[in-house]
């Protein structure tokens, strides 16, 4: 009985992160952008943390592991991706939002790392920046850079 219940309580652990990884697939796929790019892009806005909350000096704020700001609700209304705000915190749902709107920056930049700043700003400082930030994490370790490696060169193209 132990054992089983050992085995449920390791499920149970795991079904976000598995969940979490299924919604990154299907985003990826769904939306036509590198999966290890928005596992980056996760890494760097919230460290992996659902309930991520962020307000900016400009008075907007940012929602979720992917942090997505508020100047986006409207889009994300129109395509149907979200009801409204709150539905940011659910992370599937914010990985969906995230994938919709760094699609946006490819169609707009190519698949270029240029496109990859550009979900954080089109300021060309704050893009390259952010850019190089995103290229870091997603060269930081042999499990980044094994995976998906042709997607993006490995130098920046601002």
Request: aromatic share 8%.
């Amino acid at each position: 009985m132990k054992t089983i219940i050992y085995y449920l309580s390791i499920i149970l652990f795991l079904s976000p992160v598995i969940a979490q990884a299924s919604c990154l697939s299907s985003a990826a796929i769904r939306w036509d952008v590198p999966e290890i790019i928005l596992e980056a892009i996760i890494i760097n806005e919230s460290g992996g943390k659902p309930d991520a909350r962020n307000i900016n000096k400009n008075g907007s704020h940012d929602y979720g592991l992917m942090q997505i700001n508020t100047i986006n609700i409207d889009p994300l209304k129109s395509q149907g991706i979200i009801k409204n705000k709150q539905a940011l915190m659910q992370p599937c749902t914010n990985i969906e939002a995230g994938a919709y709107l760094l699609s946006k920056k490819f169609k707009k930049h190519g698949y270029s790392w240029r496109a990859v700043g550009a979900y954080h700003s089109e300021t060309a400082h704050y893009r390259d920046k952010y850019a190089s930030k995103i290229m870091k994490i997603v060269n930081s370790g042999p499990d980044f850079a094994q995976r998906n490696a042709s997607l993006l060169r490995s130098t920046p193209t601002y």
